[in-house]
Nanobody
Framework: QVQLVESGGGLVQSGGSLRLACVAS????????MGWYRQAPGKQRDLVAT???????VYADSVKGRSTISRDNAKNTVYLEMNSLKPEDTAVYLC???????????WGQGTQVTVSS
């Protein structure tokens, strides 16, 4: 079992920046592909970015060039830095841990990001 706790959300003006963090419990953090997803009210949950244990990244087109995902395996933490935020980035941002060797999949509770115009 992996528990994920997100932090760093909040209210920011359009064009601003935020850095989200997600701390994972457990001793096998390196065995998980970590990701950030987001879900706006009434919409499906969408991928934002993922990162493997050796640093390979994937980004959604909507955030490419404006966001950076990173991880610190020693601290069991994954980060998402978002710049040039837009009102359409407003959503609950959820941390995800996907085990590399099975279908195990864990989610955090989410952190709200609101971008005002």
């Amino acid at each position: 079992q992996v528990q994920l706790v997100e932090s760093g959300g909040g209210l920011v003006q359009s064009g601003g920046s935020l850095r989200l963090a997600c701390v994972a419990s457990g001793r096998t953090f390196r065995n998980y592909v970590m990701g950030w997803y987001r879900q706006a009210p009434g919409k499906q949950r969408d991928l934002v970015a993922t990162i493997t244990s050796d640093g390979a990244t994937v980004y959604a087109d909507s955030v490419k060039g404006r966001s950076t995902i990173s991880r610190d395996n020693a601290k069991n933490t994954v980060y998402l830095e978002m710049n040039s935020l837009k009102p359409e980035d407003t959503a609950v941002y959820l941390c995800n841990a996907r085990f590399m060797y099975s279908s195990l999949n864990f989610w955090g509770q989410g952190t709200q990001v609101t971008v005002s115009s």
